[in-house]
C-alpha cells in the first residue's frame, strides 16, 4: 500500500508509526484507518518485530477524529465512523506485542482514544490531553466513555468527558492516564529505551503477560487467576523460560 498518512519506520525488532498530516493536526479520517489497518494486517503474523510505538508528526499527536469529515455525515454514517474506529483500535490493544504511545503534543478526542488503546502512554512535558467532544455537542466515538474510566477511574473519566477541559502532561501522569512525562527532547529516547527492554526479553513472558492480564479484565476474578495458573504451568515447556532460571541460577545472562 502506498501509505498517504502514515510514516512507518522498522529498526532493531521496534516498528514506529508516525501519524503525519501536520495541517490538521494529524486527525483522524477514514483513510487514516485504512491504512492502520493495512499496517496491522501485515505486522499481526511477523514475528521478527517485538514492540509497536505510535506518535505523531508536529505539534499534536493527534487532535481528534476528523471534525471535516464528521460535519457531513448522517446518523448511519456516524455509527460507521465510530465502530470503524472501535474495530481498529481493539486490534491495536490486541496485539501480541506491547504498543507504546509516544504522546508528542495535543492528544485530545479521538487522539486521547488512540493512546488509550495503546499499553503504556509515554509523555513530552507539552503533550495536552482530554476529551473535548462535549464543546462540539457530541460524546467520544472510539470508546472513551469505556477506556477512560477503566485506565482513570469513574471520576476522572466522567470529569474530563463531562467537562471537556483539557490537562497537562503532569495532571494525566497524576491520574495514571500516562506512565511518565520526558522532557520533549528526550520522548523519542524514552520510549525507545521502554521499547527496546521488552524487544529484548527472547522469552514469551511479555506477549503471555499482556494476553492474561488484556484478556483477564474482562473476567471475574477466579476465572482470570485459573487462567494465569494455565499460562503459568504452558512456559515450563519453553526453552526461553528454562534458560531464564538457568542463567539466573549460574549468575549469567540469559542466551536467548
Ligand atoms: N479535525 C479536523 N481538523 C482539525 C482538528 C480536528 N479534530 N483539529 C485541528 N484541526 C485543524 C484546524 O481546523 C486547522 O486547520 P486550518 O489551518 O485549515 O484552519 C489546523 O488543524 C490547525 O488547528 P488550529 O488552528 O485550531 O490550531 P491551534 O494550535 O490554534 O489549536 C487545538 C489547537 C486546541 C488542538 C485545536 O485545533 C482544537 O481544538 N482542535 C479540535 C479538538 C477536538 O475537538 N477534538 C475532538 C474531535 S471529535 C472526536 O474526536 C470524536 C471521537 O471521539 C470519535
Not at 22 to 48: I, V, Y
Not at 151 to 172: C, F, K, P, V
Request: aromatic share 8%; net charge negative.
Amino acid at each position: 500500500m502506498d501509505y498517504q498518512i502514515l510514516k512507518i519506520q522498522i529498526a532493531d525488532r521496534i516498528a514506529t508509526v508516525t501519524i503525519s498530516r501536520p495541517a490538521a493536526l494529524n486527525a483522524l479520517n477514514t483513510n487514516f484507518f485504512k491504512e492502520l489497518n493495512h499496517f496491522l494486517d501485515d505486522l499481526e503474523p511477523r514475528d521478527d518485530v517485538k514492540a509497536l510505538v505510535i506518535t505523531g508528526e508536529g505539534k499534536a499527536f493527534v487532535a481528534g477524529a476528523d471534525i471535516a469529515e464528521m460535519v457531513h455525515m448522517n446518523a448511519e454514517e456516524g455509527y460507521a465512523f465510530s465502530t470503524f474506529g472501535q474495530r481498529t483500535f481493539d486490534r491495536l490493544e490486541q496485539l501480541a506485542i506491547p504498543v507504546i504511545a509516544a504522546v508528542n503534543g495535543y492528544a485530545l478526542g479521538g487522539g486521547c482514544e488512540l493512546a488509550m488503546a495503546c499499553d503504556f502512554r509515554i509523555a513530552s512535558k507539552l503533550a495536552k490531553f482530554g476529551q473535548p467532544e462535549m464543546n462540539l455537542g457530541m460524546i467520544p466515538g472510539y470508546a472513551a466513555t469505556q477506556r477512560l474510566s477503566r485506565i482513570t477511574g469513574l471520576g476522572n473519566a466522567l470529569y474530563l468527558i463531562l467537562t471537556a477541559d483539557t490537562i497537562s502532561a503532569d495532571d494525566a501522569l497524576r491520574i495514571g492516564l500516562v506512565q511518565k512525562v520526558t522532557e520533549p527532547e528526550q520522548l523519542m529516547e524514552e520510549v525507545m529505551k521502554l521499547a527496546a527492554k521488552m524487544a529484548g526479553n527472547g522469552s514469551q513472558a511479555v506477549p503471555r503477560s499482556k494476553r492474561i492480564i488484556r484478556n483477564g479484565i474482562a473476567m471475574d476474578f477466579k476465572e482470570a487467576s485459573e487462567l494465569e495458573a494455565v499460562e503459568f504451568g504452558k512456559q515450563f515447556s519453553d526453552e526461553a523460560t528454562k534458560e531464564g532460571m538457568k542463567a539466573f541460577l549460574e549468575k549469567r545472562k540469559p542466551a536467548w
